[in-house]
């Protein structure tokens, strides 16, 4: 008998890459059975969260409950929305008319060029009555507010936003 030949007898090649895909097939598919077993385990837990907080009467510890688990089918509990940059800084436009370069970097760590883009984010805003025009002007150095509305106040030479954009 040749090398070859003994070779090939004593170990199949192919018998053991088979094996080796099914013990890692089965591996998968035991984690995935305790993926889905957990994941029905915390529906369960969820459910009786939500019946005990249906049959309660401390209101405090019903909203507290309420926050962790959620009202509905959605996983994880309930989202409360902060406003973002783009909205403060929107805000306090409207509320002062007139920002220092130096306010808006110290209350909003913003600078002439990220400012750029947020004077072209006010003007893109979906409801186009929405918009404030805001100008800087770099002698003075401030950004002030010279209109709001759909329309471009007299005189602006700024970014005017187009109905379609192109891209």
Known sequence: MAKKDYLEDEVNVNDAVGTETEKVDEALAEKNRKKEEAKKDRAKAKEIVRKFIGETEDEDLKKALMLLVGTGKRSGGSRIMKPNTNQLLHDAFIEKGELTEMDVF??????RPEMTTKIRIFLKVANPDDRIWVKF???EEIYRLIGTGANPPEGWDGFTPTDVEVL
């Open 137 to 139: 002007f770099p002698d």
């Open 106 to 111: 110290k209350g909003f760590r913003i600078g």
